[in-house]
């Protein structure tokens, strides 16, 4: 049945997240996946710092500066990278969940409660060249075995989309944009922490990388690149 949210705007179906239901008007399915059992994963959907771009900033679409990346891969033991862009970098973590899968298709993973620790390391500019970090101007993880890049369909939309950027952005993500921005991440990324050419750079992504549709429902979309440590064992 249509539903009427509280702005008086009437969705014939439920077309996004949040859609306030009344449950007189619905038929309720329980049951759901009876005898599927989903292996847990927790992590928050939402970490990163504030963009320089703008005072008020919508928590759905990630960033250069992280936010809602949506990523399963940042729960316990992950290392996470971002540019500072203003003073103090203002940390934002929120929108816990116990598993999800890569895209989080339907617009909602296992929302719950986490409570985690975190430690704060700061790294000076200064320092950074000659390490994986020297070029790093987009949200990177790090795990114990990967280098993972994200990507996103406009890489800073603030920046890119102009005066209303935080409306234009639902309407105008695509999958190609965002693989191609995680591309060019991967590649810059190799060429500067590894010093691999561009040619060999391009040639190592098509045999050695994998992407992944990280998620397709916060606005701008995100494709990540993954990157095993290993490969380059033998490199000095």
């Not at 005066?163 to 190609?176: E, G, L, T, Y």
């Not at 965002?178 to 810059?188: I, N």
Request: proline share 6%.
């Amino acid at each position: 049945m249509p539903q009427t949210d509280p702005s008086g705007v009437v969705h014939k179906t439920i077309d996004y997240p949040g859609v306030p239901v009344d449950h007189s008007k619905i038929t309720k399915n329980f049951d759901v996946l009876k005898g599927v059992r989903v292996p847990i994963r927790p992590h928050f959907g939402t970490l990163g710092l504030a963009p320089k771009e703008a005072d008020y900033v919508n928590t759905i679409p990630p960033s250069y500066t992280g936010g809602n990346i949506d990523n399963w891969r940042i729960g316990k033991g992950a290392i996470m990278y971002y540019p500072v862009s203003v003073p103090g970098g203002l940390l934002s973590v929120g929108d816990p969940h116990a598993s999800q899968g890569d895209s989080e298709l339907c617009g909602t993973a296992i929302e719950c409660s986490l409570t985690g620790t975190f430690q704060l390391i700061v790294h000076k500019k200064a320092d950074l060249a000659g390490t994986p970090l020297e070029s790093l101007n987009y949200p990177m993880l790090e795990t114990q075995t990967d280098w993972l890049v994200h990507g996103f369909s406009y890489a800073n939309y603030l920046a890119e989309l102009g005066p209303n950027a935080q409306n234009d952005i639902f309407s105008k993500s695509s999958v190609d944009l965002a693989l191609r921005d995680a591309f060019r991440k991967m590649r810059s990324f190799l060429m500067s922490a590894k010093g691999l050419t561009e040619d060999e750079a391009i040639s190592l992504m098509s045999i050695g990388v994998d992407f992944g549709i990280t998620q397709v429902v916060d606005g701008n979309w995100g494709v990540h690149a993954v990157i095993k440590k290993d490969i380059f064992a033998a490199r000095a």
